[in-house]
């Protein structure tokens, strides 16, 4: 099944055409995220020759990426291109479907994911995950953060689970707005709120990257802002690759960005680059709204 036909409608909406006014402003989005970028930066995920097979049929082609450490990288591109089905080999989620076939070879800091005596729940607990729709588990604000440290085993006292959790909430952003209730259900917070406690799940249990998959595409304009400022703040401690289809939300995100088109790696480099000097004329055309 394509990633395009798993969308809504409302979700395979494609960038509109850029006029000027909107260009010079994601121009100028672009070079403020990467005046935040530090200067040097090294490879924590590296993949080489990647293609990912639904079957017979070939979604990912040989893709050469390097994910660099505390940088926020986005992966943009028309919808059905590959960048979740990309996203998805950096923590083996396409292990879950039983007609997936990976080949090439994924490094987490030096050491092949795909190998055989790899841990894959060690896997995912390093290399988290924020899906598109937020999916709180069914139960309290508190056990929804409590759940992950708990079966890995990082807290072994009340006290160091209550810990995690708090930490886990203000990194989340969402500790002050949900103190007085940590019993009640996560699915009774709004869905901005919902998509902070599904990032403070996925932080409890100290990744070192995390992979978020259109986080914001099913949000109001506030809580999506919100989400933002959120990403920003945690790249200072985590790895952080984005798939998104805005092109203002990766200029204002993003370090680095990787352009996607029917399942090839069109190019990749900074995101004031890729906005502003585009190499590829593929790229070009779709940022400017020309083609999706």
């Known amino acids: ?11 395979r909406i494609e960038p509109a055409r850029l006029d000027h006014e909107d260009r010079e402003e994601l121009v100028a989005e672009a070079r403020a995220a990467a005046q935040r970028a530090p200067d040097e930066a090294r490879v924590k995920v590296k993949t080489r020759e990647v293609a990912v097979f639904y079957g017979a049929k070939q979604a990912l082609f040989d893709v050469d990426l390097d994910i660099r450490e505390r940088m926020v990288t986005a992966l943009i591109g028309p919808s059905g291109c590959g960048k979740s089905t990309y996203l998805r080999c950096l923590n083996r989620m396409n292990d879950t479907i039983d007609i997936a076939r990976v080949t090439g070879r994924i490094e987490l800091d030096g050491e092949d994911i795909y190998e055989s005596g790899i841990d894959v729940v060690e896997l995912r607990a390093r290399v988290g995950m924020v899906f598109q729709k937020p999916n709180p588990f069914p139960k ?7 759940y992950g440290p708990r079966i890995h085993g990082l807290a072994a006292t009340k006290a160091e689970i209550q810990d995690i959790v708090e930490k886990s909430l203000k990194r989340a952003g969402l500790f002050e707005e949900v103190k007085d209730r940590l019993n009640e259900p996560g699915t009774s917070l709004s869905g901005g ?4 406690l599904c990032i403070a799940r996925a932080i409890a249990v100290g990744p070192e990257v995390i992979l978020m ?3 914001c595409s099913a949000l109001d304009p506030i809580a999506t802002a919100r989400v ?3 990403i920003d703040e945690l ?3 985590y790895t952080i690759v984005i798939v998104t289809h805005s092109m203002q939300q990766a200029a204002r995100v ?3 960005t990787a352009m996607f088109h029917l399942g090839n790696l069109v190019e990749e480099g900074p995101t004031d680059r890729m906005f502003t000097n585009p190499r590829e004329r593929k790229t ?3 940022i400017t709204g020309r083609f999706g």
């Open 193 to 196: 709120q919902q998509q902070r």
């Open 213 to 215: 998959d259109e986080p």
């Open 1 to 11: 099944m394509s990633e395009d036909s798993m969308r809504s409608p409302a979700q």
């Open 254 to 256: 993003s370090q680095r």
């Open 228 to 230: 933002e400022e959120l």
């Open 235 to 237: 790249r200072q401690n």
């Open 140 to 146: 309290s604000i508190f056990e929804n953060v409590a």
């Open 284 to 286: 070009q055309d779709y």
